[in-house]
């Protein structure tokens, strides 16, 4: 070696990225004192590619040693997320700085080419056992499994590129889990019961909803809320709510799911009808029809 010029002789084997080969081959001489998550990075005589980006791994038959733990747990992001971030643990013991970035498929094209898919750089100081890793600005995300993946190198300028060679440290590729709307309403209902109407909803997923809003019409056009229910962020929630002495023959009912920031959303509209007599009547225009 001499100064950031690296000379190899044969083909040394190389911590590889595993996700598809469309986001690029990115690899790292293995190394003891620079890493990501408490195992020392395997090495491979060539990428390992797989849709799973595990392909390293998976090779490794018999022998797994999963080395990429860097993340122990990945965030759901959802298609409304204007941030996004990653908490990871690491090790550095160089002795110097070392710098670590980020990249994820935000719109789910198979690359890392877009704007805004690489993070801010991160600064690891040496003896540091964790850092985040954040994006900002997001829009137009894309439903999906996106990839991601993050490089840990002292030279700050291979780390900076989501492919190519890092003469330390180490790459390591994950799927996040999902990526999921910030509600899932499963399921909306309501039954009458004597002068008052028993509502009910089913939500998986719950991230970012403050509270719900049980609206109801006579006319089905002008609506007013009947009580607000706040959110329970559980995986799965079931919710009831009672609209006591309700006595008009008709009612409208829907859901309204509000948000931290502010956004709502509406279910599809539910039609009551009580114990009471009515009249419709109805015009047909033109006439004659048909």
């Known amino acids: 070696t ?3 010029y690296i000379a190899y002789f044969g083909s040394p084997a190389l911590d590889h990225g595993d996700a598809p080969a469309t986001f690029g081959d990115a690899a790292h001489l293995p190394s003891t004192n620079l890493r990501l998550g408490a195992l020392v990075p395997d090495a491979e005589s060539a990428a390992a ?6 392909g390293d791994d998976a090779a490794s038959g018999a022998t797994i040693i999963d080395d990429e733990n ?3 747990a990945l965030g759901f992001l959802y298609t409304t997320s204007t941030s996004y971030s990653v908490n990871l643990t690491l090790s550095n013991t160089t002795g110097a700085n070392a710098t670590l970035y980020g990249w994820v498929d935000f719109n789910n094209d198979g690359d890392f080419l877009d704007a805004g898919e690489r993070s801010a750089a ?11 890793v954040n994006w900002t600005g997001l829009s137009g995300l894309v439903a999906g499994t996106p990839l991601v993946r993050f490089r840990l190198a002292s030279n700050a300028t291979e780390a900076s590129s989501a492919s190519g060679l890092a003469a330390n440290g180490e790459v390591e590729d994950y799927r996040i889990t999902t990526f999921l709307l910030p509600l ?4 909306f209902s309501g039954v009458r019961s004597g002068d008052d109407i028993v509502a009910s909803w089913r939500t998986e997923i719950e991230v970012n909803v403050d509270h719900f809003e049980l609206e109801y019409s006579t006319d089905g056009r002008t609506y007013t809320n009947g009580g607000t229910t706040l959110a329970k962020f559980l995986v799965v929630n079931n919710y009831h709510y009672t609209l006591f002495n309700f006595n008009q023959p008709l009612y409208y009912l829907r859901l309204k799911s509000v948000d931290i920031n502010g956004k709502t959303k509406y279910s599809g509209v539910l039609l009551i009808r009580m114990n009471k007599a009515y009249t419709t009547s109805m015009r047909v225009t033109p006439n004659p029809v048909t």
């Open 184 to 187: 899932f309403l499963t399921n």
């Open 122 to 132: 991160v600064t690891v100081a040496n003896n540091a056992t964790t850092a985040t």
């Open 70 to 72: 860097g993340a122990s």
């Open 2 to 4: 001499s100064g950031t």
């Open 49 to 54: 590619y797989s849709a799973s980006a595990n």
